[in-house]
């Protein structure tokens, strides 16, 4: 199993940056692409940004230019540093990992994708 903690959420005013970590622990030798997802009340959970195992990032259009990913060294933590931030931004931010989907269906991993337990951003106008 893997365990995704979350830490770097806050109150910030609009214009301002934050940098969201999430390190995940336990068995992550299946873990390819990790990113990051964000919900807000009554809404779907909305994919934020991703990168892969060899670094390829994707942004959802509403952020690619104010924030950016990157991932530790080990790939074993991820990082999103939100830049400009908007009062738009204010949501609960989820970080997710996911094991290689081959492996996965060999049953040689665990289950397709792990999440942490959310860190609340909140921007003020």
């Known amino acids: 199993q893997v365990q995704l903690v979350e830490s770097g959420g806050g109150l910030v005013q609009a214009g301002s940056s934050l940098t969201l970590s999430c390190a995940a622990s336990g068995d992550t030798s299946c873990i390819t692409s990790m990113g990051w997802y964000r919900q807000t009340p009554g809404n779907y959970r909305e994919a934020v940004a991703g990168i892969t195992s060899e670094g390829v990032e994707m942004y959802v259009p509403s952020v690619k230019g104010r924030f950016t990913i990157t991932r530790g060294k080990n790939k074993n933590t991820v990082f999103l540093q939100m830049n400009s931030l908007e009062p738009e931004d204010t949501a609960v931010y989820y970080c997710?990992?996911?094991?290689?989907?081959?492996?996965?269906?060999?049953?040689?991993?665990?289950?397709?994708?792990?999440w942490g337990q959310g860190t609340q951003v909140t921007v003020s106008s």
């Open positions: 997710n990992a996911i094991n290689d989907p081959a492996r996965t269906a060999q049953g040689l991993c665990g289950p397709p994708d792990y």
